[in-house]
């Protein structure tokens, strides 16, 4: 019998915020690979820290590290206020959240959030500043109307366990150019989850279960790779090399197509790691109500050397 596991509460610093933020992803869209699925996330590149929100925020997919804009005066860029979608939401508080994304504007988003309070975003959204094409990195809450239903799913998804991926190489050690990476979930980070909330007057019974995962390398490359399942172990005993191991079906594995250190490069690619929940729930005792795919992320930061530079710091 498949094991359950009770969800808890999430206490850790930025977490808190997202308590009440992220809500359900019902209709497919463009995929966020740090971790919005179907729900209208941009499609994006993780490159370094101070590209990450605008990047997700212009929506743009690209080959290389975002280049710099020349500034256009203020007095001749016309500035607008979008709304954040919820995936967008949820990928920018898990950047934010993070060591390597605190001094982002993500990080002073989920400040923010941190100051209104777990209860705030029941009555407010999340928008964020365009001026032209540029995404000025600035957010503001507006008030809004929430459904029980919507007031449910948000409070359930920030109980979803974060990410707890294997990693070979494991993360302390560097990834050889054009050599895979494998990713995978070991049985105990990878089960469905119970809970009964309530909302007001309404005890909810939510369920939902992890039925794959998206790697986002980070490197220019914009290498993204869409698992189903929880991937397959490398094995270390296999007579397969690597690569074989990588083609195999089931299995995980990302390539890196640039090296960090050096040449304006940074130190690690920043890239992400997101879990898709298929989610559900119901008022005790009646049908069970479909909320689609629900994501979860985690950042993850990788060091790439090619074959020669790693030959040549072994024999020192």
């Known amino acids: ?79 607008s206020w979008a709304a954040v979608t919820d995936g ?20 002073v988003l989920v400040d923010q959030l941190q100051a209104l309070g777990a209860d705030a975003l029941l009555t407010r959204s999340v928008q964020a500043e365009r001026c032209g094409r540029v995404a ?20 359930m998804v920030t109980r979803l366990p974060p990410p707890v991926p294997t990693r070979s190489p494991p993360p302390e050690a560097p990834v050889l150019l054009g050599e895979p990476a494998f990713t995978w979930f070991d049985p105990p980070h990878w089960q469905p989850v119970r809970a009964v909330l309530r909302v007001g007057s309404v005890a ?22 869409e698992c189903q399942g929880p991937g397959v172990p490398y094995d270390p005993a296999d007579r397969r090399t690597p690569a074989a191991q990588a083609g195999a079906p089931g299995r995980c594995a990302s ?25 559900r729930w119901r008022v005790v005792g009646q049908a069970w109500r479909p909320l689609g795919l629900v994501p979860r992320t985690r950042v993850v930061q990788r060091q790439v050397r090619d074959a020669t530079t790693a030959v040549e710091t072994t024999r020192r």
């Open 136 to 155: 000025t990195g600035r957010f503001r809450t507006v008030p809004t109307t929430v459904t029980t239903s919507s007031a449910l799913v948000r409070t």
């Open 255 to 279: 390539v890196f197509t640039a090296v960090t250190g050096g040449r304006g490069r940074p130190a690690s690619w920043l890239g992400t790691v997101t879990v898709q929940w298929s989610a």
């Open 1 to 79: 019998m498949t094991r359950r596991r009770t969800l808890t509460r999430r206490t850790a610093a930025g977490l808190v915020a997202a308590a009440v933020l992220v809500a359900t992803l019902g209709a497919p869209g463009a995929a966020v690979p740090a971790g919005a699925a179907s729900g209208g996330g941009a499609r994006s590149t993780v490159t370094t820290a101070g590209d990450i929100v605008t990047t997700v925020l212009l929506g743009t997919s690209t080959t290389r590290t975002t280049r710099r804009r020349i500034p256009v005066p203020p007095s001749r860029r016309r500035c």
């Open 88 to 107: 967008t939401l949820e990928w920018l508080v898990a950047v934010g959240s993070s060591t390597v994304g605190r001094t982002t504007p993500a990080g």
């Open 204 to 225: 909810a019974e939510v369920e939902a279960v992890p039925v794959g995962f998206r790697v986002v390398a980070g490197d220019p490359g914009g290498h993204v790779v």
